[in-house]
T-cell receptor, first 113, second 112 residues
Framework: NAGVTQTPKFRVLKTGQSMTLLCAQD?????MYWYRQDPGMGLRLIHY???????AKGEVPDGYNVSRLKKQNFLLGLESAAPSQTSVYFC????????????FGPGTRLTVL | GNSVTQMEGPVTLSEEAFLTINCTYT??????LFWYVQYPGEGLQLLLK?????DKGSNKGFEATYRKETTSFHLEKGSVQVSDSAVYFC???????????FGGGTRLMVKP
């Protein structure tokens, strides 16, 4: 099993450009999550999904959109990138109930110039 | 709201030293508590967890006890190794769902 995979690993964008980050999991997990990691702030939840076709806002959703068309994939979109979105983005998945472990991908390092 | 506070780093120790990383939380209800570890250049991995008061989570020589009376979940290890050098995150999930709230992370550096 590959677990949770993310593409791309690195990306540099100019302000105003758009891009999509792809997350895939092969563990048949119901829940999927997108986090951003900034120095000294831990990870903050951007959006999450509790099942195919569902999405919900997390702690810092502004400037991002998501889609969960297939159970195994969770896409994070930036329509008009801003320098404040420079960060490391992590995708995670879990079975869903409280106390269940979240499995994390290796991360995508995004720089917005 | 929910929040997690952990000691700021970096924490620098010599090999075989005793480790404590403090973590306290604020939450409604009865959250589950976690410690995750992030090795350089990698994603986060679950180190240990506890789902109810007085539970002790343990893994790879690390331990943490869920203390509801002090709202704490301190991470300890009796003898650290160079390979334990990483960033450690304390986190909780609120009862109504499985969304993690993280502390800011503590970088541990272990010198030979």
């Amino acid at each position: 099993n590959a677990g949770v995979t993310q593409t791309p690993k690195f990306r540099v964008l100019k302000t105003g450009q758009s891009m999509t980050l792809l997350c895939a999991q092969d563990m048949n997990h119901e829940y999927m999550y997108w986090y951003r990691q900034d120095p000294g702030m831990g990870l903050r939840l951007i959006h999450y999904s509790v099942g195919e076709g569902t999405t919900a806002k997390g702690e810092v959703p502004d400037g991002y959109n998501v889609s969960r068309l297939k159970k195994q994939n969770f896409l994070l979109g930036l329509e008009s990138a801003a320098p404040s979105q420079t960060s490391v983005y992590f995708c995670a998945s879990s079975y869903g109930a409280q106390g269940n472990e979240q499995f994390f991908g290796p991360g995508t390092r995004l720089t917005v110039l | 709201g929910n929040s997690v506070t952990q000691m700021e780093g970096p924490v620098t120790l010599s090999e075989e030293a005793f480790l404590t990383i403090n973590c306290t939380y604020t939450a409604t209800g009865y959250p589950s508590l976690f410690w995750y570890v992030q090795y350089p250049g990698e994603g986060l991995q679950l180190l240990l967890k506890a789902t109810k008061a007085d539970d002790k989570g343990s893994n790879k020589g690390f331990e943490a006890t869920y203390r509801k009376e002090t709202t704490s979940f301190h991470l300890e290890k009796g003898s650290v190794q160079v390979s334990d050098s990483a960033v450690y995150f304390c986190a909780l999930t609120r009862p109504a769902g499985n969304m993690l709230t993280f502390g800011g992370g503590t970088r541990l550096m272990v010198k030979p």
